[in-house]
């Protein structure tokens, strides 16, 4: 907010007459003239910053809450004939973090041919997929065929020209430039001690039931 002192120098900028001046009927109109000036500057000042906070509101880096509430659900995806583009994350993961705004543009623009989906590694419900593709550190990218094979995974954040290159090629059914690709940095993770029984043979289930135990 602008203090006082600079209003006070901006109005004697604008409005440098005395107060012998201010008195005269000579100079009334003149006065009224650069009141009104100084008033118009102002307004200006004002608007012009709040324009400036409404740009920095908008360009404010997407939340990961935010894009994973607006992905595909994961059992959506696999049920529907497109191609899967799978992000494990964590609200903590400060990779994951700085990659949001990158995938919220990649989604605007692959989304009618791709899913997105984000899993979030600190939902137990995840823990068959988490072990499944054996992540151990986040994020971690996972493409998947329309008959939800693994086609490529990649590791760690990564320019978002990578990725484009991988879901062009993921939507056109085509060989994935980057199938194994891991570049910076990463967020480390530990998942739960798990055991993983075969329990199914449908590709798409991932064929694992997994049950938690104890560290001890």
């Known amino acids: 907010m602008m203090s006082i002192q600079p209003i006070q120098f901006i109005f004697h900028l604008l409005c440098p007459i005395s107060s012998s001046a201010m008195t005269a009927n000579s100079t ?26 409404g740009l920095k509101a908008k360009t404010t880096p997407a939340s990961l809450d935010g894009i994973a509430a607006r992905s595909v659900p994961y059992e959506v995806a696999i049920a529907n004939p497109k191609p899967t583009f799978l992000e494990f994350y964590a609200n903590w993961c400060t990779s994951c973090q700085a990659m949001a705004q990158d995938l ?10 791709v899913n997105f989906v984000m899993l979030n590694v600190d939902n137990e ?4 997929e988490i ?5 151990d550190g986040i994020p971690h990218f996972v493409y998947l065929d329309p008959a ?24 056109n059914n085509q060989t994935l430039p980057y199938a ?25 289930s991932h064929g694992a039931q997994v049950t938690t135990q104890d560290a001890s």
């Open 131 to 135: 072990v499944h593709y054996r992540v």
């Open 104 to 113: 919220q543009g990649l989604k605007q623009e692959y989304g009618d041919q």
């Open 125 to 128: 419900k995840w823990l068959p």
């Open 148 to 171: 939800g094979e693994s086609v490529g995974e990649t590791i760690g954040e990564q320019p978002k020209t990578v990725i484009a290159a991988n879901l062009t090629a993921l939507s």
């Open 28 to 53: 009334d109109s003149k006065s009224g003239t650069q009141l009104r000036n100084l008033i118009l500057a102002i307004v200006a000042i004002l608007l012009s910053a709040a324009i400036a906070f």
């Open 180 to 204: 194994q690709f891991n570049v910076g940095q990463t967020s480390n993770y530990q998942p739960p001690k798990a055991v993983t029984t075969k329990t199914n043979t449908d590709p798409r």
